[in-house]
């Protein structure tokens, strides 16, 4: 009769606990690698993001200068300053009395999201490749992310080309 009258002690038993820890287990085996990929696919389309901006800001400078681009060697003052109609003046304000009334068509570069360690994060601009240039200029209106033609860090998550965003 003394078993009968046991009250039965609270807690978990050692099978439920092994059971709670191997479905955790196998909660974390799948959700790991999606987070990881979580991180690629924002700087994929942080490049595509910055890609659009860049195609607008040539746009607009295209048709308020008469159908002329940026040039190679100035057009981070062209497009960060406002100009007059023939894009020579850079100014940090604007002033209709000298007809510098155009732009600023970006309010600063923006950083190279993806690519090799060298160029990441780079806010340069050149007319080709190099060391530490993150975005290429061609003079024509055409700007494409410094990243490898072929390899690591030439493509997003999808095999898509960087460089033909």
């Known amino acids: 009769m003394g078993n009968r ?3 039965k002690a609270g807690g978990f038993s050692l099978i439920e606990l092994v059971i709670v820890v191997v479905i955790i287990g196998i909660i974390a085996a799948i959700a790991i690698p999606k987070l990881s990929k979580g991180s690629a696919g924002a700087a994929d389309s942080a490049l595509a993001g910055d890609m659009k901006l860049w195609r607008q800001a040539m746009d607009m400078y295209q048709n308020e200068h008469g159908g002329i681009f940026p040039d190679l060697t100035n057009v981070v003052n062209q497009l960060t300053q406002f100009t007059n109609s023939d894009g020579s003046v850079q100014s940090a304000t604007k002033n209709t009395s000298t007809g510098v009334v155009y732009g600023p068509y970006l309010r600063s570069i923006p950083a190279l ?20 240039n993150g975005w290429i200029y ?3 209106g055409n700007i494409t992310p410094n990243t490898p033609a072929t390899g690591a860090g030439s493509s997003d998550t999808g095999g898509v080309l960087y460089t033909s965003y």
């Open 5 to 7: 009258n046991r009250i």
């Open 113 to 132: 999201p993806v690519g090799p360690a060298a160029v990441k994060g780079s806010t340069a601009i050149a007319g080709t490749a190099g060391a530490s």
């Open 138 to 140: 061609d003079g024509a």
